[in-house]
């Protein structure tokens, strides 16, 4: 097919897969935070966003907010203190749900992504062997790729498919990245291809799966999390004992 | 005490298949067409190697990228099977993730640093 004949169907009438995704943030949200979710928002044009939430009856609160905008699946951004950042995702309205601490963050206006896309088009979503291997680690991937994919002849969305979402389990870590897909056309050929990166990226590290919208039974929990906070009262506790050390 | 209820979440993921199947009215025993989910798993993983002179993060980076563009390839060639469009005409305009402006300082980044680099020699 030519590419004009694809940029001229119509979308809504072929539009089965009406998917739509819930973002929503707590109070106490930094700005490097809101930074993230603003990129992802842009980036998912079948998303739903809403206001901040206030603390408290959360898993009331996301139920109740995703049936309204009638989501399929939702990412809750919790702050705490205001520096650390957890990330529920999961399935409206059964379940299950997974919870993530997330660090490292880069937005997508840091100056060494030399890539760009068109804003709200499809994107390929890549994940490298190990999400066919663990169990936590497959269900991660279809949670992510029902999250994330685009549905095709969204409304919103554009015809092309030009970048491409990456994560890769290193570490006891997940990895996001976003690539742009980038090919020289002249000759038609594939093997010369190279992939700039877009951004936004970010680190996620699993801390728990749950059979149902953000309550009931825990299907797995990551044996080697641990809480930033332990980290940081560890950190302390070696300065200390170094500077003792000393006198 | 370690909770990892492997079967249970196994049958949860069969439980999305499905579901997704249902809501494409995908008939049973028929594969779900790739161009609805794109999404791609490779057959190859990350492996870091302590002790050497490279440090991870570097390692890791390479790794990343050599994984993400073997996917790539293969998502090309999927995508060219199924014609979708990768690349935009020339005479379609619209609304980019990053705006011109965030472009413009990439580009005067990228032409100071080679003119430094030119300085040098």
Redesign the interface.
Known sequence: ?D??K??DTKKEERW????RCLIVASRGINDRHKHLIDDLI??MPHSKKDAKLEKREIPEQISELCFTHSCTSFMYFEARRKTDLYLWIG?FPD??SAKFLIEHIHG??E?K??G?????S???????????EE??L??Y???L??IF?V??YHPKS???????L?F????GKL?F?N?Q?Y?E?QNKQ?DN?E?YE?GPRFVMTPIA?I?GTMMG?????N?NYKTKTAIRVLKKREKMMSTMRKE | R?????E???E??NQ??ES?RK???VPQGKKIPW????????????E?VKDIDITEDIQ?EV???N???G???I???Y??QE???????DD?F?????SDK??N??RT??VMEQENIKSFE
Not at chain 1, 158 to 164: I, R, S, V
Not at chain 2, 35 to 46: A, G, P, Q, R, Y
């Open positions: 097919m590419a004009e694809v940029f089965i897969n009406k998917q842009s980036m399935r379940g299950p997508s206006g100056l992504c030399t760009n896309c068109l804003k709200g499809r994107h390929v979503i890549s994940f490298d062997k190990s999400f066919s169990p936590s497959k269900l991937r279809e949670l790729t029902h994919n549905p095709r554009k015809p092309c498919t030009d970048h491409l990456s890769v389990f290193s570490d990895w990245r690539y897909l090919q056309t594939l291809q992939l877009i799966i059979d039974e825990v299907l797995y929990k044996p | 370690v909770i990892y209820e492997k249970k979440i196994l949860r993921v999305i298949q997704f809501r494409l009215r161009n609805e989910h794109l999404s791609l798993v490779s057959d190859k993983s990350i870091i890791r790794q990343f990228y994984v993400t563009l996917n790539a390839q998502a090309l060639k995508l060219q014609g979708v469009a990768t690349k935009r005409p379609y619209a609304e980019m993730f990053k965030v472009m300082k990439i980044k990228l």
